[in-house]
């Protein structure tokens, strides 16, 4: 299944928003108001939790992000990798393994748990928001439908960091 994730072009709260190839909303994005770790909730249509995301509140060299299951559970993190901005690394925090690879500038990544690829994902950087295009099966569309929250999440934190 592919849909879009797109950042909201005008949002305090910093929400984005994800699509169908239809233009069929497939989850919410909410964002808080004010917030120093960029807390952000993915809920299906009938808003029930599926993911939290937020980043690291002390952040030097390394930005990171956990991804947060409807439980409370840590299940994964991702941050850049040192002195590479657009370079992530993805790890499992629930006993999975969970690998990312990609172009040198992360505009085409591949997501992978336990060595089978679990979803595809395309940047799109725009001067006017950052856009993703994911391809993943129904079952792991959630999950990195919150991994794309967490990888633009530690890029604006990154890019708001003078580190």
Not at 58 to 72: P, R, T
Not at 128 to 150: G, H, K, Q, V
């Amino acid at each position: 299944m592919r849909i879009f994730v797109k950042n909201k072009i005008i949002s305090l709260r910093g929400s984005s928003f994800a699509v169908d190839e239809a233009d069929n909303p497939v989850y919410k994005i909410k964002g808080k108001l004010i917030t120093f770790t960029r807390k952000k909730k993915i809920t299906d249509m009938n808003g029930n939790l599926l993911f939290t995301v937020r980043t690291r509140f002390f952040n030097f060299f390394f930005h990171k992000a956990y991804i947060i299951d409807n439980k409370g559970n840590k299940v994964a993190s991702v941050r850049n990798r040192f002195a590479i901005r657009n370079n992530f690394k993805l790890e499992a925090l629930d006993g999975s393994q969970l690998t990312i690879s990609g172009d040198l500038l992360s505009f085409n990544m591949t997501a992978y748990r336990n060595g089978e690829a679990i979803g595809r994902i395309h940047r799109n950087f725009t001067i006017i928001r950052d856009s993703f295009i994911l391809d993943a099966e129904p079952e792991n569309l959630a999950f990195m439908t919150a991994l794309i929250i967490a990888i633009d999440n530690v890029i604006d934190d990154a890019s708001d960091s003078p580190s």
